[in-house]
Nanobody
Framework: QVQLVESGGGLVQAGGSLRLSCAAS????????MGWFRQAPGKERDFVAAISWSGGSTVYRDSVKGRFTISRDNAKNTVYLRMNSLKPEDTAVYYC????????????????WGQGTQVTVSS
């Protein structure tokens, strides 16, 4: 069992930056692929980024490539999402998720989810 707690969301102006953190419980964090997803009001939960258990492989949705960076620190049981050049369309609740094995880019692949953190980007 893994418990995930996100933090770092908030209100930021367009062009600004935020860093989200996701702290995981459990001693096997390093064996989990991790992902970030987001859900805007009235929309489905969408993939944002994912990282393999070692951190050696990452994948991003096209609209955040070059602006967002996913990383992890297995010693701290934490995964991060650095978000630069934020746009109003990035506004959403951001969720982190964990799965046994490698990273994946779809929600049904993940076994554990955090409660989410709100990111609001004003124009």
């Amino acid at each position: 069992q893994v418990q995930l707690v996100e933090s770092g969301g908030g209100l930021v102006q367009a062009g600004g930056s935020l860093r989200l953190s996701c702290a995981a419980s459990g001693r096997t964090f390093s064996s989990y692929g991790m992902g970030w997803f987001r859900q805007a009001p009235g929309k489905e939960r969408d993939f944002v980024a994912a990282i393999s258990w070692s951190g050696g492989s990452t994948v991003y949705r096209d609209s955040v490539k070059g602006r967002f960076t996913i990383s992890r620190d297995n010693a701290k049981n934490t995964v991060y999402l650095r978000m630069n050049s934020l746009k109003p369309e990035d506004t959403a609740v951001y969720y982190c998720a964990a799965r046994v094995g490698g990273s994946a880019a779809y929600t049904s692949a993940y076994d554990y989810w955090g409660q989410g953190t709100q990111v609001t980007v004003s124009s």
